[in-house]
């Protein structure tokens, strides 16, 4: 495996982390985006939620094995767009948490969600080489 698929392997296994502190730790009781979400589908929040984590993983867990190790024309914006959207998830934890002045859920995992997002994106530009003029 390549150093990008390796950082997007990582990033994957860091997301079903923060999934499952989000789920016990109860996210969308406290979190209004979390809760709006998870009342899209149904009235029970808590499965909800879990239904749309594990829907989160799974397909990162795709992405992984075929895009991104298989090397398709899509591999790439696919590990942008998890770059991107990990790095936010993580980041606006670590914000909510300041705001609030205490822990809340997710916040543990999420240092590491901003780091392998931002690792993730290193080896991206290094793997697309130098840019060209």
């Known amino acids: 495996m390549s150093r990008h698929q390796s950082a997007f392997a990582a990033l994957v296994l860091a997301q079903a982390a923060h999934s499952t ?12 985006p979390a ?7 149904s ?3 808590a499965r909800n939620f879990l239904l749309i984590n594990i ?3 799974a397909f990162g867990i795709w992405c992984l094995f075929w895009p991104v190790r298989r090397d398709w024309p899509s591999a790439v914006p696919l590990a942008w767009g998890w770059a991107i959207v990990e790095f936010l998830n993580g980041s606006i934890h670590l914000l909510w948490t300041l705001t609030q002045g205490h822990y ?3 916040v543990a995992t999420a240092p590491l969600l901003v780091l392998l997002a931002l690792n993730l994106g290193y080896q991206l530009s290094l793997a697309a080489g130098p840019p060209t003029a």
């Open 104 to 106: 809340t859920p997710g």
């Open 55 to 57: 829907c989160l993983v």
């Open 43 to 45: 009235l029970n929040l």
């Open 21 to 32: 502190e989000e789920y016990v730790r109860r996210l969308w009781e406290t979190f209004p």
């Open 35 to 41: 809760r709006f979400v998870a009342g899209l589908i």
